[in-house]
């Protein structure tokens, strides 16, 4: 299998894998930043538990190496992530993962931007019927008060796409280590917006299912895709 067949098998399992997390998320009640704080935590003690048996310098080498790109990429992972908890409370599963699969056209933007790489005749026509889809979407969406959740998801799946784009240059930077990162921004960030930080035991189950094992596992897949 070439490289590209496995990133784009490993970036799809990440996406079908991340599709599942709006399952967890439609079923709590709780706030989109309670559920991001927690979420957070679970996803930093599941990779950080990973990291410890890596060698014994291993992450103050990762992190003296690439640390303004780790700290960058984490933020913009972390302010997505609570993107798409937003969007997943307001409007359909079916619109969040229709719009999150233009990623690939965000992508290919971004590459263009910061590292001046060409746009190729399949993604300007990929993003002729992506654009086809968004307007039907939008358009649908409209008059059922939905259209603050089309507008999470779309600003979630284009600060996915680059913080992707900027790993793309650093393929050393070890992709447990920024999930890990990236869970601690989320908690922190959140903290900032949660009145209060009370949850139940039902969701709290529901949410650490989710942060220890699915949603670090899908950023990692789709991190290193």
Do not use: H
Request: with cysteine; net charge positive.
């Amino acid at each position: 299998m070439s490289n590209n067949a496995k990133g784009l098998a490993l970036t799809s399992l990440g996406v079908l894998i991340m599709s599942l997390e709006s399952l967890f998320i439609k079923f709590t009640s709780i706030s989109s930043f309670l559920f991001s704080f927690y979420m957070g935590i679970f996803m930093f003690i599941s990779m950080a538990s990973t990291l410890l048996f890596k060698e014994k310098n291993f992450v103050k080498n990762a992190i003296k190496s690439s640390y303004v790109v780790l700290i960058v990429c984490a933020i913009l992972m972390a302010v997505s992530n609570i993107l798409f908890i937003s969007a997943v409370k307001t409007t359909t599963v079916a619109n969040v993962v229709i719009i999150f699969s233009t990623a690939a056209l965000f992508s290919a933007l971004f590459a263009y931007l910061f590292y001046k790489e060409k746009i190729t005749k399949n993604i300007i026509i990929a993003s002729f019927f992506m654009f086809v889809g968004l307007y039907i979407i939008f358009n649908d969406e409209l008059e059922v008060g939905s259209l603050d959740g089309n507008i999470y998801a779309l600003l979630c799946t284009s600060l996915f796409a680059m913080s992707f784009v900027l790993l793309s240059r650093y393929k050393q930077m070890d992709r447990v280590l920024l999930t890990a990162m990236s869970g601690l921004s989320l908690s922190i960030i959140a903290f900032f917006f949660c009145e209060d930080l009370a949850i139940d035991l039902k969701t709290l189950a529901v949410v650490m299912t989710m942060g220890l094992l699915i949603s670090p596992i899908s950023r990692v897949l789709l991190g290193t895709g």
